[in-house]
Every structure is written in C-alpha cells, then in structure tokens.
C-alpha cells in the first residue's frame, strides 16, 4: 500500500513563500507521477502541478507558472511544491497525489491512485 504524507503548510502573508513536502513509502511501481492539487473552501479540488519519477517532465496550471515549482528527491522518496509570490487565492488544502500511469502527466483528479490527507495553506493580505 503506497502512503502519502505530505507537510509543510501553514498561514503566511501576501508575498511569501512556502514550500510543502510529500514523503512516499510503501511499494509503487518503478515509474509514476507525482502531482499537487489544492482545494479552496466552497471549491472544488484544482491540478497544480505534477512531475515524472524521474523529474524529466514537469506541468503546472496557469494560475501558478512562474511562482510555483515543483521537484523530487529520489532519494528520499519525496516530492517538494516551492510556492513564492503567494497571494490570498493561493489559499487551500494541499494535496500530494500518486498516478500509477506515467505515459502522460493528467490534471483530473480521478486519474490520481492514491492521495495524501493534505495540508492548509493559509496567505493573509
């Protein structure tokens, strides 16, 4: 059973930058894609980003190119979501999520097989 963990959320000002991380264990294949996602209140749960397992392929969503960056370290089976120039919208729970097919990078949520329990990320103004 693959498990997701991910931390390093919290409340931050307008401007900030946080980063969150997503630890991995349990047995998965040798290939798969990592990705985020986040769910505002009243909302429902939006693709972010998502990298390839071997960090050759990286896709984000419009709303955050150029502020937000996501990578991994093989090492430690982690997946990392580096969040600069934050603004109030950015607010939401945190989501890491595994897709078992890594023939392409999908942004629905329902292609994801396995998800982290998420984490708040909270930008005041």
């Known amino acids: 059973q693959v498990q997701l963990v991910e931390s390093g959320g919290g409340l931050v000002q307008a401007g900030d930058s946080l980063r969150l991380s997503c630890a991995t264990s349990?047995?998965?294949?040798?290939?798969?894609?990592m990705g985020w996602f986040r769910q505002a209140p009243g909302k429902e749960r939006e693709f972010v980003a998502a990298?390839?397992?071997?960090?050759?392929?990286?896709r984000y969503a419009d709303s955050v190119k150029g502020r937000f960056t996501i990578s991994r370290d093989g090492a430690k089976n982690t997946v990392y979501l580096q969040m600069n120039s934050l603004k109030p919208e950015d607010t939401a729970v945190y989501y890491c999520?595994?897709?078992?097919?890594?023939?392409?990078?999908?942004?629905?949520?329902?292609?994801?097989?396995?998800w982290g329990q998420g984490t708040q990320v909270t930008v005041s103004s």
């Open positions: 999520a595994l897709d078992t097919r890594w023939t392409a990078i999908h942004t629905m949520e329902y292609e994801y097989d396995y």
């Open positions: 990298i390839y397992w071997n960090g050759g392929r990286t």
């Open positions: 349990g047995r998965t294949s040798s290939r798969y894609i």
